[in-house]
């Protein structure tokens, strides 16, 4: 199929017509053809006020269009942020344009005029008019006039191309049409001038430029621009003008730009390039590609060369070229500058480098050398005199270069990265948040946004548009090519120029694993676990800004990270030049090294956790770790602060390829860690994603530590279906421990939901089947979870025996975070019981231990425990400030966390204590929410009682006596009376007596 949009919209061969909005929807899907068209911005252009069902109209449109057009799906995929239309082996009149204006322009770069004639000839010819001529619409008229300055661009190079070939007639009839629709055209009109001059009629010529003079001076007080002025001048003339006589104080630098954020770089290496002689030697700019090294470097120069009388060089040393300049051809360059002839090519070298320093040996010059490849190709360049100096720009560090002032030149701020996209714009409305996503997508790097920048001011594009193709990963460096300025291509420079093949498979390998920060000793795991060459290849990538160090992580290791457009432009070239299985090989020798280390810092954390482990002994593959690196054993929590990012990194690739056991081993063991810390948002997101793993033994390890997410998060409506998932795996397993495990869990998960005897029939038969199988620390934990329920329920002193059991048997195991979670449990039960006492000196044990292990969650439980005990005391000053005391709670509040439902409760019985109701009722609104979204019943129950008690106190008696009747069904419900609830006496006696509801 064959598509038209230079001219009304045509489908060669359409089977049926297209109506309005379909013909719209189809010529956004073709001008972006092969990309990612967003749903949004077709939903805003097809309607000015999009209705509320506009996203089910625009599908409809689309299957519409495919019914039409392919009904089998292929030519528009659908993406996740809108649809993309596949031409594969569709064809379309502006690709064929592009194609031929870029082969065309080629070729009169080269010179071969006929050929460039005849190419961009048959661009133009596939013209039928304006472009999408049959569409109305601000989208069309914005893309018409966009595509109508390609189509005038490509006419001004064939009728230089005419010119080139005296094909002055030609000249003006590809003039003369384009004149018309766009009349003050300068380009245009000095390519007409030159074709009348050439063919004869130089009086004409003459005339027409003053008729374009008149009209711009009258209508927009302007003169003509520099290049026509010049082209009239020589029609004045009628001859060439004449050249300047040679000078021999050289100024060689280019024009410098404007800079912005450069000004703690920028002013003291000025102030110590203006400083009296002895003149420091050389400034050394190193950085990545497209960092700006240049610019800044010219700018520098073009600052301090009035302090530099005799003259300034500058010369490209092309460092980054497949053959960097000779430095005996740059120093011929300077001498023939200076005013010296320049040796034959036959002198030795010594000779030449003698009349260069010779000649700028009593002279003050400033040199500068830019884009250098090594030590080698600079050092005979640098001026001798200690009243000269050199600037030098470089992606090598160059480190063999003496008495130099290096600088490393960093990617820009966020808030000068936004001006710079911003400069140059009419912007009415800023959009700060996406300026800032579009500098981020861009690193911060300079050369990047500067192109952002060259696309935003020439209209084509806005900032909204900009950041969506950017965040297509894959076509990100795509985005980031306008002219001859290509991010892509600058990296490039690095990549092919000059590095060991070994330097170039480690960038690829890093790229395609994945991680954004690694280790020291990834580099040898990545190249097939040599060391040595491993070292050497990092070496090359950070010498040449490819690689950027991190500095010391946590444990004490270096640290490493890719640039985010590098990532992507390695990540193109792994996919281009990896084998698939070499990559597939490398991601889990990765994630083996990560595995073994981890497994190291897991056995040594003390988390407390119970192994994975299945019936035949199968466990957690321990991986393999690199050797010599001790880190981790030595060091277990610190080692996963540093990695934790990085393991979710492999987590996550690992899942892509669909390693899920690798993953899932990987993920398990972070747990502990991540339990510790309390990264339970981490936590649950890793567990998630393995979820489906194919390995029994992992999966019922996975389930159980969701469970436990679960519970801590609050969801309890989650518990009983993980419990059961845990269950069946079990059984599938004919293993016995896991399946009394699990049947503990939907025990625990039964328990939270109020379904009391269900509860208490599955930790009976988890405790008979362990006790059948000798397993005492099982029958103990079953029999402790039973205690739980029994002291919630009205019967602590039952409750309190049993987790003692319990607890006896963890104090066996030794030290651990479950053994303070008992602890706090039994702290819980003892205070049921009356004996506050006993229950302050087991948080006291607990408290011990969370701190040993910096379990902020633990902490933060024991506070909480702590301030409800002294409410039940009527100590409610004690409580307060346990509440508002960082130390006494174990430090600040985990970042981001929502205060836990026991804290809302605790502070709403303060409130409630304090005489201040109409504060304490919405926490408690809040813990009902909650709690009735996730069926909590016995936990609504206790919330209800507190909210009938708040409302009391306030005089609502009505509302209170429905909180009162709804909350007397649900006792009932229960099978438990109010008394079973054990409130604290705050609430039995803020106003409204509860107690006459029965037990019954």
């Known amino acids: 199929m064959y598509f038209r949009v230079l001219g009304p919209v045509e489908v060669a061969a359409e089977p049926s017509a297209l109506g309005g909005r379909e013909r719209l929807v189809l010529s956004m899907l073709l001008i972006n053809a092969d990309r990612v068209t967003p749903s949004d911005r077709l939903i805003d252009t097809v309607w000015s006020c999009p209705p509320r069902s506009a996203r089910q109209q625009l599908h409809n449109i689309i299957a519409r269009l495919r019914r039409k057009l392919d009904p089998t799906g292929a030519l528009i995929v659908t993406r996740p942020l809108g649809y993309q239309l596949a031409l594969t082996d569709h064809g379309l009149d502006l690709h064929e344009f592009r194609l031929s204006v870029l082969r065309g322009r080629e070729q009169l770069q080269d010179k071969q005029y006929d050929d460039a004639r005849i190419e961009l000839g048959t661009a133009l010819s596939l013209w039928r008019g304006d472009a999408l001529a049959d569409l109305s619409g601000d989208w069309a008229a914005a893309t018409r006039e966009s595509l109508h300055r390609e189509r005038v661009a490509a006419g001004e190079a064939l009728a230089q191309a005419q010119l080139a070939t005296h094909d002055h007639a030609g000249v003006l009839e590809t003039v003369q049409a384009l004149l018309a629709a766009d009349p003050l055209h300068e380009g245009l009109h000095d390519l007409r001038l030159r074709a009348l001059a050439r063919s004869g009629r130089r009086t004409e010529a003459l005339g027409a430029y003053q008729d374009l003079r008149r009209r711009l001076v009258d209508e927009f007080g302007v003169e003509p621009g520099p290049d026509l002025q010049e082209t009239h001048s020589s029609l004045l003339r009628d001859a060439d003008p004449p050249s300047a006589s040679p000078r021999h104080v050289p100024r060689q630098l280019p024009r410098p730009i404007s800079l912005a954020g450069r000004d703690e770089i920028l002013g003291p290496l000025t102030d110590v390039l203006r400083t009296p002689e002895p003149r420091p030697g050389t400034v050394l700019l190193v950085g990545a590609g497209g960092i700006g090294k240049t610019s800044l470097a010219v700018v520098l120069a073009d600052r301090v060369q009035d302090g530099y009388p005799d003259g300034t060089l500058y010369a490209e040393l092309d460092g980054t070229a497949r053959d960097p300049r000779d430095p005996d051809e740059v120093i011929d360059r300077f001498l023939r500058a200076l005013g010296v002839t320049a040796p034959p090519t036959h002198v030795r070298r010594e000779e030449r480098l003698a009349l260069y320093r010779s000649a700028i040996a009593n002279r003050r010059v400033l040199v500068v050398l830019d884009d250098a490849l090594d030590e080698r190709q600079v050092r005979d360049l640098l001026p001798p005199s200690p009243r000269s100096a050199a600037i030098v720009t470089s992606r090598h560090r160059l480190a063999g270069l003496d008495d130099v002032i290096r600088r490393n030149v960093p990617t820009l701020s966020t808030e000068v990265a936004v001006d710079l996209l911003q400069a140059g714009r009419d912007v009415t409305e800023p959009a700060p948040g996406l300026a800032r996503s579009a500098v981020q997508l861009c690193g911060h790097l300079p050369l990047a946004l500067m192109v952002v920048a060259a696309r935003l001011a020439s209209g084509a594009v806005d900032l909204s548009e900009v950041v969506d193709h950017l965040s297509e990963e894959h076509i990100r460096l795509d985005e980031l090519a306008i002219g001859d300025v290509d991010v892509r291509a600058s990296i490039a420079l690095s990549y092919d120029g000059h590095l060991s093949g070994p330097a170039q498979r480690l960038l690829r390998r890093v790229a395609a694993v994945a991680v954004t920060t690694w280790p020291a000793w990834f580099a040898g795991v990545a190249l097939e676990g040599d060391v040595l060459l491993g070292s050497r290849a990092l070496d090359e990538l950070v010498d040449v800004h490819l690689v950027e160090p991190c500095g010391r992580d946590a ?288 948080l006291d044990e607990a408290e011990q231990l969370a701190k040993s292990l910096e379990d902020r969650n633990v902490l933060l439980d024991i506070a909480q425990t702590r301030a409800a005990i002294a409410l039940r005391a009527d100590d409610v000053c004690r409580a307060e400030h346990i509440l508002n005391d960082s130390s006494a709670s174990g430090g600040p509040r985990i970042p981001n966390s929502e205060p836990t439902d026991e804290e809302l409760r605790v502070r709403a019985d303060i409130l409630l204590a304090r005489g201040r109701a109409a504060e304490a009722a919405p926490l408690l609104e809040r813990a009902l929410l909650r709690h009735r979204r996730e069926g909590v019943r016995l936990e609504v129950a206790h919330d209800l009682a507190r909210l009938a008690a708040v409302h009391a106190a306030l005089g609502e008696q009505d509302r209170a006596g429905r909180l009162h009747s709804e909350l007397v069904g649900l006792l009932r419900d229960l099978g438990i009376g109010v008394d079973d609830l054990q409130l604290p006496s705050v609430v039995a006696t803020a106003g409204y007596d509860l107690l006459e509801i029965s037990s019954e």
Do not use: K, N
């Open 555 to 842: 444990a004490g290791q270096l640290r490493f990270t890719l640039h985010p457009l590098v990532a992507a432009f390695a990540g193109e070239r792994a996919a281009r030049e990896e084998d698939v299985s070499a990559v597939a090989r490398c991601r889990r020798a990765a994630a083996m090294a990560w595995l073994g280390l981890a497994s190291q810092a897991d056995d040594g954390i003390g988390h407390g956790l119970r192994p994975v482990i299945g019936p035949d002994g199968a466990t957690i593959p321990a991986g393999l770790p690199p050797r010599r690196v001790s880190v981790a054993a030595e060091q277990p929590a610190a080692w996963f602060d540093a990695e934790i990012d990085s393991i979710r990194d492999l987590v996550h690739a690992l899942s892509r390829a669909g390693e899920l056991d690798l993953a899932a081993a990987l993920a398990l063991r972070s747990d502990g860690y991540l339990v510790v810390r309390g990264e339970t948002h981490v936590r649950t997101g890793l567990l998630r994603r393995v979820v489906d793993c194919s390995d029994p033994v992992l999966r019922r390890g996975v389930l159980r530590s969701l469970f436990h997410t679960a519970a801590e998060a609050g969801r309890f409506s989650e518990l009983v279906d993980l419990a059961q998932a845990q269950l069946a795996v079990a059984r599938q397993l004919d293993a016995g421990s896991m399946e009394q495990s699990a049947l503990v869990q939907l025990g625990c998960a039964l328990r939270e939901l109020g379904r009391f005897e269900e509860a208490a029939a599955r930790f009976e038969e988890a405790s008979s089947g362990a006790a059948a199988r000798h397993d005492a620390t099982m029958v103990a934990l079953a029999r402790g979870h039973l205690g739980i329920m029994l002291a919630r329920t009205g019967h602590p002193v039952r409750g309190a025996t049993l987790v003692a059991e319990t607890l006896q048997a963890e104090r066996a195991r030794g030290p651990s975070r479950r053994l303070s979670i008992w602890l706090i449990t039994y702290a819980d039960c003892l205070a049921l019981t009356g004996d506050a006492a006993a229950a302050e000196l087991a």
